[in-house]
């Protein structure tokens, strides 16, 4: 975020796109006061030109409705204008970098919040229903999962390293294929994501062509969990996980679009009492909404817009400046990727490399 910030110089960019912003409540009215708007249809197109100014305390009447909101994520310019940003905070936050401004008001109480939820000495834990067919041929037992038949194998399409969420350091499997003397059994999608130990595993059991390994219950029935996986404090950590997932996972919980995002950002804000204005959520979705074939933040200067990706927050950083990604980690597998050579976009980090 440290290359993405405002600048209260442009009044206005003049992009012609917007958030869908669905204004479900007051409270999520109270994230954008101050901010500016236009009215839409049905179809969400612009019933005028005319840019409004949300007043929350006297524009009640656009709880229930979608308004298109002028947002950084739709932002024409490198830097956020004026117009977009809120002009008001624009001018209180002018001399500030209102990308690192964002994460800050972000991570600060989310971090606190998420300490709190781990240090508690009793949890209740999610139920999971792992369905009957799994519950013929495995067992479950506090955060272990224990394979009943010798006869069993199980196939697992291995997820690639540079895939991995953020903060997996374990290889990892969401779907496993489930055989019983070589005879397909059924194809199990878990609820939860299933730890492996891929040393257990034999060399001429892995097929390199499909990138898959097999693990044999034989090898795990003295007692050794075949899997493993986290259970979580339902009650605390999960909505503020979802925080994290929305961002940092490669699904964005389901979403798809830089609309989506937006709202799904705000509406986990509020379910999380974190006094975070949208405006700093919009901030941070701005970075990842890239140009599918470049990998760049996806321009918005003109009437049509390129297909775009939604980025996780690491691979963002991997696709920002030089400067930045050599800061961030995994110096291997960028030095030796023709990309990192490629890379002309500059950045406040590039002092440090002088």
């Not at 390293?161 to 953020?166: G, H, I, L, P, R």
């Amino acid at each position: 975020m440290i290359d993405r910030y405002h600048d209260n110089d442009i009044v206005d960019c003049g992009t012609e796109h917007y958030i869908n912003f669905e204004v479900t409540s007051e409270k999520i009215l109270s994230q954008i006061n101050g901010r500016h708007y236009y009215d839409l249809d049905k179809d969400n197109k612009k019933i005028s030109p005319e840019l409004k100014t949300v007043n929350s305390k006297k524009d009640k009447s656009l709880v229930g409705k979608t308004i298109g909101l002028r947002s950084p994520v739709t932002c024409a310019s490198d830097k956020v204008c004026r117009t977009c940003y809120g002009s008001e905070l624009s001018e209180i936050n002018k001399d500030l970098n209102t990308g690192l401004v964002a994460v800050l008001l972000l991570t600060n109480p989310l971090t606190q919040k998420l300490l709190s939820a781990k240090h508690l000495l009793t949890t209740k834990t999610e139920k999971v229903d792992w369905g009957t067919k799994f519950s013929d041929y495995f067992s479950v037992n506090m955060n272990s999962i224990y394979v009943m038949d010798p006869e069993i194998s199980i196939e697992i399409k291995k997820i690639p390293k540079a895939e991995w969420d953020e903060d997996e350091e374990q290889p990892y499997a969401d779907v496993i294929d489930i055989y019983q003397n070589e005879k397909h059994l059924f194809t199990y999608n878990s609820p939860m994501r299933l730890y492996y130990d891929e040393s257990i595993s034999f060399e001429d059991e892995k097929d390199d062509e499909n990138n898959t390994i097999v693990l044999n219950a034989i090898e795990y029935m003295e007692n050794e969990p075949i899997f493993t996986f986290q259970a979580k404090n339902n009650e605390l950590t999960k909505s503020l996980q979802e925080i994290l997932d929305l961002i940092e996972s490669n699904d964005h919980l389901g979403i798809e679009s830089y609309h989506g995002i937006v709202n799904k950002f705000n509406e986990l804000l509020i379910n999380n009492s974190l006094a975070v204005a949208s405006v700093h959520a919009e901030m941070i979705a701005s970075v990842l909404v890239r140009d599918a074939e470049t990998g760049k933040r996806l321009s918005f200067r003109s009437p049509k817009i390129n297909q775009y990706k939604l980025y996780r927050v690491s691979k963002a950083v991997m696709s920002s400046a030089l400067s930045v990604s050599l800061a961030f980690e995994r110096l291997d597998e960028q030095l030796v990727d023709l990309s990192t050579y490629e890379k002309d976009e500059k950045s406040l980090m590039d002092y440090l490399y002088r």
